[in-house]
């Protein structure tokens, strides 16, 4: 079956403007997850969400960042004033139920640059 | 909040060579998984571990979670070029129940 997509695969922006990342989830998965990784970096929690549930978003980095899931599939994450640091691949993973046990299907990832 | 530590950073092998990664926390782990990330690839779900003193093994690769769920280790037996990506251990963030805290990851190549 299909997995989770994210689109743009490829964003370049100038610093000052806005940006919006895409992400379906594997459908049927309850559960959506948004992480960044910098240039050879660890993954970073960025915001989770559950179903109808008000999403983790402790950690999102400033409040240029904000996100939002409707209907509970598809997500979107905004970027406001891009900054030159935000530059890095944002990826999306969905799970069944979101528990720590379960596996997360991760998405290719949108390369963000920000010149 | 929680903090797992990987290492190496690094590791340059030649084909054929084993390899080892290694996963620590200072608190015992209800669980911990293995993900594999090819160059310019995503996040793949390799295996987890949950039991105390468990070893999973898929093919060249043996997993263990140390007897105190504070450990855990990869092993990839005689590697070869395919094995070549970062492994990255995950385990749950504090007291989370849905969140995984991913350790910085271990990069290997493999020089054939």
């Known amino acids: 079956g299909a997995g989770v997509s994210q689109s743009p695969s490829n964003k370049v922006t100038e610093k000052g403007k806005d940006v919006e990342l895409r992400c379906d989830p594997i459908?049927?998965?309850?559960?959506l997850y948004w992480y960044r990784q910098s240039l050879g970096q660890g993954l970073e929690f960025l915001i989770y969400?559950?179903?109808?549930?008000?999403?983790?978003k402790s950690g999102l980095p400033s409040d240029r960042f904000s996100a939002e899931r409707t209907g509970g599939s598809v997500s979107t994450l905004t970027i406001q004033r891009t900054q030159q640091e935000d530059s890095a691949v944002y990826l999306c993973?969905?799970?069944?139920?979101?528990?720590?046990?379960?596996?997360?299907?991760f998405g290719p990832g949108t390369r963000l640059l920000v010149l | 909040g929680q903090q797992v530590m990987q290492i190496p950073q690094y590791q340059h092998v030649q084909e054929g060579e084993d390899f080892t990664t290694y996963c620590n926390s200072s608190?015992?782990?209800?669980?911990i998984q293995w993900y594999k990330q090819r160059p310019g690839g995503h996040p793949v779900f390799l295996i987890q571990?949950?039991?105390?003193?468990e070893v999973k093994k898929q093919k060249r690769l043996t997993f263990q979670f140390g007897e105190a769920k504070k450990n855990s280790s990869l092993h990839i037996t005689a590697t070869q070029t395919t094995d070549v990506g970062t492994y990255f251990c995950?385990?749950?963030?504090?007291?989370?129940?849905?969140?995984?805290?991913f350790g910085k990851g271990t990069l290997l190549t493999v020089n054939p």
């Open positions: 993973a969905s799970s069944q139920g979101g528990g720590v046990r379960e596996t997360q299907y």
């Open positions: 459908s049927g998965h309850t559960a």
């Open positions: 969400f559950q179903g109808n549930s008000a999403p983790d």
């Open positions: 608190t015992t782990l209800s669980n």
């Open positions: 571990l949950v039991k105390s003193g």
């Open positions: 995950a385990a749950p963030s504090g007291g989370s129940n849905y969140k995984l805290t």
